[in-house]
């Protein structure tokens, strides 16, 4: 399995609350992304990086901000935790195995409650 | 803007049957197509990554095809066990600038014994 570890694995937090989710792998893969998970919408990407300190916005960027100050690790913050954020986090990594092709694999999950 | 849709949404079969799952994406420009499999509560895990340029993937009891031109991919299961209950994603890449994945709906799978 790809190293990929994601923290915390639960979160119930207040509404307005700032929330960090982190994720730290252990490949050396260059790209980073956050997915998040919901009943209906399916996977949709949050954020993702392509590199230290570059970084970019995804479908479903609203609310969130990340960083990435080290190849390995990657933050999600939610700046004021609204119930909407309720969902499960995905972290994803890939990197470049050939010429145009990338294998993306995934960490197990947070799954965030905001109350 | 790239859609990916899997039919069916749900499948119920008994154990020992053969299946076919269907991914279809509405821009053929793609550069992989990868199929996962997600157990509840669980992450994603990676099947099969086809290639653009290639047709088929194959790994034990599964085999991924993929038509480009028509958008379409199906995954194989051959001989279903209970142990292949889960639901199954498949996630397009159209893009070499973050390599970022579109993903389809998922087909939830039962295997009874």
């Known amino acids: 399995d790809a190293g990929i570890t994601q923290s915390p694995r639960h979160k119930v937090t207040e509404t307005g609350t700032p929330v960090t989710l982190r994720c730290h792998q252990t490949?050396?893969?260059?790209?980073m992304y956050w997915y998040r998970q919901d009943p209906g919408h399916g996977l949709r990407l949050i954020h993702y990086?392509?590199?230290?300190?570059?970084?970019d916005k995804g479908e479903v960027s609203d609310g969130y901000s990340v960083s990435r100050s080290k190849t390995e690790d990657f933050l999600l913050t939610l700046e004021s935790a609204t119930s909407s954020q309720t969902s499960v986090y995905f972290c994803?990594?890939?990197?470049?195995?050939?010429?145009?092709?990338?294998?993306?694999?995934f960490g197990q999950g947070t799954r965030l409650t905001v109350v | 803007k790239q859609e990916v849709t899997q039919i069916p949404a749900a499948l119920s079969v008994p154990e020992g049957e053969n299946l076919v799952l269907n991914c279809s994406f509405t821009?053929?420009?793609?550069?992989?197509l990868q199929w996962f499999r997600q157990d509840p509560g669980k992450g994603l895990t990676s099947l099969l990554l086809?290639?653009?340029?290639?047709r088929e993937q194959t790994s034990g009891r599964l085999n991924a095809s993929l038509d480009k031109s028509s958008g379409r991919s199906t995954l194989y299961i051959a001989a279903s066990q209970p142990g292949d209950s889960a639901t199954y994603l498949c996630?397009?890449?159209?893009?070499?600038?973050?390599?970022?994945?579109?993903f389809g709906g998922g087909t939830r799978l039962m295997v009874k014994p």
């Open positions: 994803a990594i890939s990197e470049y195995a050939e010429a145009w092709v990338t294998e993306a694999f």
């Open positions: 490949e050396n893969h260059r790209y």
């Open positions: 990086s392509y590199g230290v300190k570059d970084t």
């Open positions: 821009d053929s420009a793609i550069y992989n």
């Open positions: 086809i290639q653009s340029s290639q």
């Open positions: 996630a397009v890449t159209v893009s070499n600038a973050g390599n970022m994945l579109t």
